[in-house]
């Protein structure tokens, strides 16, 4: 789970949103300060997260050495209006976060680190003003805690921080592709203003004299001796490190982890220092309960909190679910459900074992939910992360869960425990429960999942309704609309023509026009990309509407073209920039306005390296192909045919650029690295079928050949798991879907072999076709979901196939696990499943044009695909 989704899910009960977005002083959550009138002379703008303050007519550089002010919870709001009238009367720019939400996301848990502890930034013009910002400031800030800003050298001992980078909004587009940040070298070139969790210093920077103790503070190492070896990191979070490391005085082999000050808040503000301690004070109180860690030490360096504890080697609940959950293969037995129901209840029935002997020692757990379970080679469960629990047994409420395992915030002290408890016995047989982030009666449709599925015992399920209560509080996302669907999915008796008339209306419902920054809620991307992107923007949106047959909202193209002009700087790729903006332009009328588009953008194309379908040349080319068979002009041809030969000298090379931003499994906080970028949407499939369609385009065999070599390098990712399906293996977890898993490849290798036979394609693809036809998906998506591997499964086999047939109508039947209404008509929730998604390839859009092309056969769930029955 990629834990950043929830500082997306602060704001807004029912969609992702920016934190601090919804505040505008409606919530309560605004600082006071934010509220202050505009001083006279001055200019003030309000973003998603910053309030900015300018003095007019005064010039402000494009970039130099800013100042960052680290502040908490308790003292924001002091430091902030100390430095309003500290900077007003010099007239020295400044902007600061503008409520407690837009803090709590800038410093959560999983927050960037290369941003976090910024609380204030201040815009020097000159060494005269950084001096008297640096000097004055910090003696009137002199003792004011705060976490230490990663990125940046501090000033003295007090809470402000010094960076050199961009001061305005510039971008560069980078060979890949990837839009990034930007600011100038003296002899005009610009280059990337990369925000990492380090101190770096351009090298054509000599930095001013204030700041030399600070950045040799800095740079030189520390004389502190630490006690431990680390052999490996387990996980990265804002708050610290978790390492599995070796004591140098005894060889003893332990988990370490790492506490920062200040840093990686909770709901209620506490910072991981607390709750490390915390851990450390509850694993004292519970010494000697088997399955609980022993604890060695505690000691700090360089300012961090650490705490050795026993470390147990064994395999987290969620991953040893993940290989031997039977509905994950195409056909489980009876007797393969059978084995994994008593497994899975005897673990259960340690699980609650451990927790009784917690309660009995006064400790309330606090953080149940499959991560911190722990199975060891003999089979024994044991709980591990004390982070969040509480010696006040009747009182406790709960200030960080994992999503769906929350108990309400009714429920207090061990009843918070009961309450995750009945969750993680639903969660092993039925592992959708982020969806009762927003609605907890969705329960009974996934008990009734269970029983239809599994043989569990009727006092297991009885259980679980004990654990839940009785009558389970309402969630937020439930008072703001969402609830049971106007349509229901029932099998044959399913009325699907009313059923995607209500997912249409779904998503017209919720165009916000008002905005600039989007105009359909999606994922939590479209706050990286923009909003008028084809897979997670408007653009992704509007075409999967006209495709499945719907009218485009009045006024929504206008949207996508004003989207166009504010755009900073022209990204061209097809799933994440202009190009996909241009195609969706032209399938709903505005031919004239797309081809404009083409043209601006294509200077654009010869800096590109990176020969990708989702944002690199693979895409554009396919576009600049179909809009050579819309227009008829050879120019277009001609271009796609100079990017096709820039993807050949990349597939003979077999290497791809990484991406400027991407973070791999390590960096998400799993143990072992990616191998890098596979599948549809980011491996060789993308080329694959650019030089497929080249070949159809030219009848050159030397194209085919080429794409031949292209789907090869990605079956090089691929393994056959257990289960007999196709996975692309990214190091950290098997991949079936469509974006960048076995679903994408075998895609396009299916149209390969319709054209040339393969031996290793055939055998790949007789798996995948197993892969989608899995019994389980945890997302009901487009791209990394149930619906795209139903459509994909079509498209592989044909429509008419009689085992596609009946597979189909279980994916269809099954995706009634995920069915949610939202003010009366029929919604998914997106990737992760916590929040209700609109865009194509997560959300309401991508399933709406799966169903009607799985349904129908009539539209393309994907651009640049032939229909499953067409014949090249």
């Known amino acids: 789970m990629d834990k950043r989704y929830e500082n997306y899910c602060m704001a807004d009960p029912v969609f992702f949103e920016a934190p601090g977005r919804s505040d505008n002083g409606a919530s309560g959550t605004d600082f006071a300060v934010s509220g202050r009138a505009v001083p006279e002379g001055w200019r003030q703008h309000r973003g998603d997260m910053w309030l900015e303050l300018h003095p007019l007519g005064e010039h402000m550089l494009e970039q130099g050495w800013k100042v960052h002010a680290s502040g908490t919870a308790e003292n924001a709001e002091r430091m902030i209006e100390t430095v309003w009238d500290y900077c007003v009367p010099r007239r020295y720019g400044f ?39 640096l000097t004055g400031l910090s003696a009137l800030l002199e003792g004011e805690p705060g976490p230490y800003i990663l990125s940046d050298a501090r000033y003295e001992a007090g809470p402000l921080y010094v960076r050199y980078g961009g001061f305005r909004k510039r971008e560069i587009l980078l060979e890949s592709g990837d839009v990034v940040p930007a600011m100038q070298r003296p002899d005009g070139e610009l280059v990337p203003d990369i925000r990492r969790p380090v101190f770096e210093v351009p090298e054509w920077v000599t930095p001013p004299g204030i700041l030399k103790k600070s950045i040799e ?29 070796k004591r140098l005085s005894d060889g003893l082999q332990v988990v370490l982890k790492e506490a920062r000050p200040h840093a990686g808040l909770d709901a209620e503000a506490a910072d991981a220092v607390t709750r490390l301690l915390r851990e450390r004070d509850t694993l004292v109180k519970l010494s000697g309960v088997p399955g609980i860690p022993q604890f060695h030490e505690h000691f700090t360096a360089w300012d961090h909190h650490f705490l ?53 020692r006064g400790v309330v757990y606090g953080d149940l939910h499959p991560h911190n379970v722990l199975v060891l080679e003999d089979g024994r469960a044991v709980l591990v992360d004390f982070e969040t629990s509480s010696f006040d047994a009747e009182g406790f409420q709960q200030a960080m869960a994992a999503p769906g395992f929350a108990a309400p915030r009714e429920y207090r002290g061990t009843r918070v425990d009961s309450y995750a408890m009945a969750i993680l016995r639903l969660w092993l047989f039925m592992p959708l429960v982020p969806m009762l982030t927003l609605d907890r009666d969705k329960v009974h ?26 009558h389970v509080p309402r969630t937020k996302a439930v008072q703001a609309g969402i609830g049971r669907p106007p349509v229901r999915i029932q099998g044959e008796a399913t009325d699907w023509p009313r059923l995607l008339d209500s997912m249409a209306a779904a998503i017209k419902a919720s165009a916000t026009p008002e905005r600039e920054d989007r105009l359909f809620p999606g994922d939590v991307r479209q706050f990286s990309h923009v909003g008028e992107t084809f897979a997670f923007g408007a653009a992704g949106v509007l075409y999967a509407l006209r495709e499945s047959g719907y009218e485009i909202p009045e006024g929504a193209d206008d949207w996508l073209l004003s989207a166009v002009e504010r755009s900073s700087i022209n990204q061209p790729g097809f799933f994440d920039g202009l190009h996909g903006v241009a195609h969706t332009l032209e399938r709903i009328g505005r031919k004239d306005d797309a081809l404009r588009l083409i043209e601006r953008i294509d200077p654009a194309l010869d800096q590109l390296t990176n020969p990708n379908l989702f944002g690199g040349l693979s895409g554009i080319g396919l576009n600049l192909l179909h809009f050579a068979d819309v227009t008829g002009d050879s120019a277009m041809s001609g271009r796609a045919t100079q990017l096709a030969k820039r993807v050949a000298e990349s597939i003979a090379g077999g290497t791809f650029p990484r991406a400027a931003g991407t973070r791999s499994g390590a960096e998400l906080g799993l143990v072992r690295k990616s191998k890098g970028p596979a599948g549809l949407m980011h491996g060789w499939s993308g080329p694959a079928l650019l030089m497929l369609r080249m070949y159809e385009h030219t009848n050159d065999s030397s194209w085919l050949d080429l794409a031949f070599t292209a789907s090869h390098l990605d079956l090089d990712r691929c393994v056959v798991s257990s289960f007999n399906t196709l996975n692309v293996d990214e190091g ?64 592989i086999t044909g429509p008419t196939d009689a085992d596609t047939a009946q597979v189909t109508r279980r994916h269809l039947e099954r995706l009634s696990w995920h069915q949610l209404g939202l003010h009366g008509n029929v919604v998914f929730p997106g990737f992760q499943l916590m929040r209700i998604s609109m865009d194509y390839a997560t959300g309401n859009a991508g399933i709406l044009l799966g169903l009607k092309s799985s349904l129908s056969g009539t539209a393309n769930f994907l651009p640049f695909l032939r229909q499953a029955h067409q014949e090249s």
Request: glycine content about 10%; aromatic content about 10%; charged content about 20%.
């Open 95 to 133: 902007k600061f976060l503008s409520s407690r939400h837009a803090f709590l996301g800038q410093n959560g848990k999983y927050a960037p680190r290369g941003a976090s502890g910024k609380l204030i930034t201040i815009y020097p013009r000159n060494e005269a003003e950084l001096t008297d910002v």
């Open 217 to 245: 503070a800095r740079t030189v190492a520390s004389n502190d001796t630490f006690p431990y070896h680390i052999l490996k990191p387990l996980h990265f979070s804002n708050g610290g490190g978790i390492y599995v490391a």
């Open 308 to 360: 050795a504890i026993e470390h147990f080697e064994g395999e987290r609940l969620s991953s040893k679910e993940a290989q031997t959950y039977p509905l994950l293969g195409a056909d489980a037995d009876d007797e393969q459900k059978a084995a994994y129901t008593q497994w899975a209840v005897d673990i259960c029935r340690q699980v609650e074992t451990l927790l009784g002997e917690i309660h009995e």
């Open 445 to 470: 449709d996934l008990i009734d999942a269970m029983e239809e599925n599994f043989p569990v015992p009727a006092e297991y399920v009885e259980a679980i309704r004990a654990g839940l209560g009785k």
């Open 732 to 795: 950290w977890r098997l991949n079936p879907y469509i974006e960048t898993g076995a679903a994408g490849i075998a895609i396009v290798g299916s149209e390969l072999l319709r054209h040339r036979a393969d031996d290793r394609l055939l055998d790949a693809l007789t798996s995948a076709r197993n892969t989608c036809a899995g019994g389980f998906f945890v997302q009901p998506s487009l791209w990394n979901g149930r619906v795209g591997q139903m459509a994909a499964l079509q498209h």
